[in-house]
């Protein structure tokens, strides 16, 4: 029986079919792929055996010790759901409780949009999910479409319309010049682009520069948008994280439904209840009615079938628990307010620590035009370079910030590495 095995694979390896491929050549044409600019930075730090490194890359929350934290609303939500509830199956478009929940944060607690279910929302795979499903239903609804990303913005937009297909362009979003917003430009790309483009907008905390439109401005990029018949897909990512305040920070998409317009939203728990790696999110979509909001999430969940079926259940009980209790809401609302107040701390605190040098450089962008998690800090990517090389701070090239990564106990060697690459400047 051995010796037929042998002589019965001595003849199969000699078959060969006219144009069939070699078993061995399947993925001779693979190469590595690049690697993601962010994890690349986490993957040099934990490598580096310094024990004076800093890590002001990672895009995560951390407290004034550099370790990652866990709520207490968060802990007491996962002490509720033990054993108390069963792990099925969730519907294609997510937890319904958790979904309405989160409307109520992005639209307004007592909205009439929500009242009269204009709104088609699903659960999602965090920010990134709703990014990528809303990306994917603008490309089957409105195939000729393409999308304004402004410049710069988080890299993984750019990935994210390109695997689905949508044609990118981009919009004026930073002025190095001023580390602020460039308005005048911005509008001029809103009024040029062709009648009823889209525009994908930061509400908030925009990564990675960390500067946000005043609410004046806001409103004139609303009016605009009325004028032009444009659509805006909101990413919030960071609602809390900016002012501590999730109603303060949904102020840019409230100014946005006052006026009128049907926009879409994504949002994410990433950051403000550190489930990072829960995955959860929402992507939401306003409709002129109820009948048009029943078809659109129809078809937004006839999309996330063949992609991941349904998403988990976890993370969605976490959130409708603490969101639908009171006294739990209460209690996320404080850390929430408590994580953005300690890093607006460790911006004014990195600001003075750089001025108290002696730096003839103008740091105000810092703690005056700049909010939330990132700082966009003006360095060269050189100098970031001498940053890692010789004071082993890891951060992204483009000179982002992680002030999460900031603590009281590495901003001063932070300030003066700062200081140390850019007084020949």
């Not at 294609?92 to 088609?120: F, P």
């Not at 520069?209 to 609303?222: A, R």
Request: aromatic fraction near 8%; include cysteine; charge should be neutral.
């Amino acid at each position: 029986m051995a010796i037929m095995k042998v002589f019965s694979s001595r003849i199969l390896s000699r078959i060969t079919v006219p144009g069939a491929r070699s078993m061995s050549s399947w993925w001779r044409s693979v190469n590595p792929a690049a690697k993601d600019p962010i994890l690349g930075v986490t993957e040099a730090f934990l490598a580096d055996p310094s024990p004076d490194k800093v890590n002001v890359g990672v895009g995560a929350y951390r407290d004034d010790n550099g370790k990652p934290v866990v709520l207490e609303c968060v802990r007491e939500a996962e002490r509720r759901i033990a054993g108390n509830l069963n792990m099925e199956y969730l519907p294609m478009g997510g937890s319904l409780n958790m979904v309405q929940e989160t409307l109520k944060l992005a639209y307004g607690e007592n909205s009439e949009l929500i009242k009269d279910k204009r709104i088609a929302a699903v659960q999602s795979l965090s920010g990134t999910g709703a990014c990528r499903l809303f990306a994917d239903f603008q490309k089957r609804f409105c195939p000729d479409s393409q999308i304004y990303i402004p410049v710069p913005t988080w890299a993984n937009h750019h990935n994210i319309w390109r695997d689905a297909q949508v044609p990118q362009r981009t919009y004026h979003y930073y002025l190095p010049e001023t580390r602020g917003l460039d308005f005048a430009a911005l509008m001029d790309d809103v009024k040029n682009a062709p009648n009823g483009s889209f525009f994908l907008l930061h509400a908030c905390a925009h990564n990675p520069t960390g500067v946000d439109p005043t609410e004046e401005q806001w409103q004139e990029i609303s009016y605009q948008f009325k004028v032009k018949g444009h659509f805006a897909f909101f990413d919030m990512a960071y609602q809390g994280f900016a002012s501590g305040d999730p109603e303060k920070d949904a102020r840019s998409i409230r100014i946005f439904l006052e006026d009128g317009h049907l926009i879409g939203i994504s949002q994410s728990y990433a950051k403000n209840m550190g489930l990072y790696g829960q995955r959860v999110g929402c992507l939401s979509v306003l409709c002129e009615d109820e009948k048009q909001a029943i078809a659109v999430k129809s078809q937004l969940q006839q999309l996330a079938r063949p992609m991941y079926s349904n998403p988990p259940v976890h993370g969605a009980l976490i959130v409708s628990t603490i969101l639908g209790d009171p006294d739990l809401k209460k209690l996320w609302l404080k850390e929430v307010k408590g994580m953005a107040d300690r890093i607006i701390g460790m911006r004014t605190a990195l600001r003075a620590n750089v001025e108290k040098l002696g730096s003839t450089s103008s740091w105000r962008h810092i703690t005056d035009q700049q909010i939330g998690m990132f700082c966009y800090s003006g360095l060269t990517p050189e100098q970031v370079d001498r940053l890692t090389n010789e004071f082993r701070i890891y951060m992204t090239r483009n000179g982002r910030i992680s002030m999460a990564g900031v603590t009281t106990g590495n901003v001063g060697y932070l300030a003066n590495a700062i200081h140390e690459v850019t007084k020949s400047a």
